[in-house]
Each structure stands twice: as C-alpha cells, then as structure tokens.
C-alpha cells in the first residue's frame, strides 16, 4: 500500500510558477513508476507527465511540454512537478499517482495509487 499526498497548489498569474511536491509513505517509493494528472470541473482527468522509477526518464503531454518539469526524491519518498508559464487553461486540480512497475505509464487506469488533488488555479 502507498499513501500520496500533494501539496503546492494554489492561486498563481499567468506566466508564473508553481511546484507541486507528492509525498509517498509506505511501500517502496523507489519501485514505483509516478505520473501527474489534472481534471478541470467538466472535464476528463487527463495525463500530464511520467517519470520512470530511477528517475532517469520522463514523459510528457504536448500541452505541457516545455513548460512543466516532473522529477523526484526516492531518498525523501517525493516526486515535484514544476510549473513555469502557467496559462488559464491549466487550471485543474493536479494528482500524483503511483504505480508498481517499470517505465512510463501515461494512462489513468495503468496506476494503483492515488493522492487527494491539489487545485491550481490561474488567472489571466
């Protein structure tokens, strides 16, 4: 069992920044592949970014590429999703979520774990 917690979220300009911390607890952190997603009221939770176990590779969503960066702690159990050039349509609240296997995993129902949400909301 994996417990994930994300904290970061908040109220932030368009053009500015944010970084999104999620905090494992339980099983080994380091076995586990780890992915972002966000879901705006309407809409469908969709990907944003993965990162592989070591934290070697990642992926990411065109919509974010370039501007949002996913990396990770395994000796603080933390994975960060940075964001820079936020922009009003990245609005949402933001998941972590875990999954036990090797490489990326860029589907909702590929990972086991999921964290509460944290909302991020830009103005314009």
């Known amino acids: 069992q994996v417990q994930l917690v994300e904290s970061g979220g908040g109220l932030e300009q368009a053009g500015g920044s944010l970084r999104l911390s999620c905090a494992a607890s339980?099983?080994?952190?380091?076995?586990?592949?780890m992915g972002w997603f966000r879901q705006a009221p309407g809409k469908e939770r969709e990907f944003v970014a993965a990162?592989?176990?070591?934290?070697?590779?990642?992926y990411y969503a065109d919509s974010v590429k370039g501007r949002f960066t996913t990396s990770r702690d395994n000796a603080k159990n933390t994975v960060y999703l940075q964001m820079n050039s936020l922009k009003p349509e990245d609005t949402a609240a933001y998941y972590c979520?875990?999954?036990?296997?090797?490489?990326?995993?860029?589907?909702?129902?590929?990972?086991?774990?999921w964290g509460q949400g944290t909302q991020v909301t830009v103005s314009s």
């Open positions: 979520a875990a999954v036990p296997a090797a490489g990326l995993h860029v589907t909702a129902n590929e990972y086991t774990y």
């Open positions: 339980g099983r080994s952190f380091s076995s586990h592949g």
């Open positions: 990162i592989s176990r070591s934290g070697v590779s990642t």
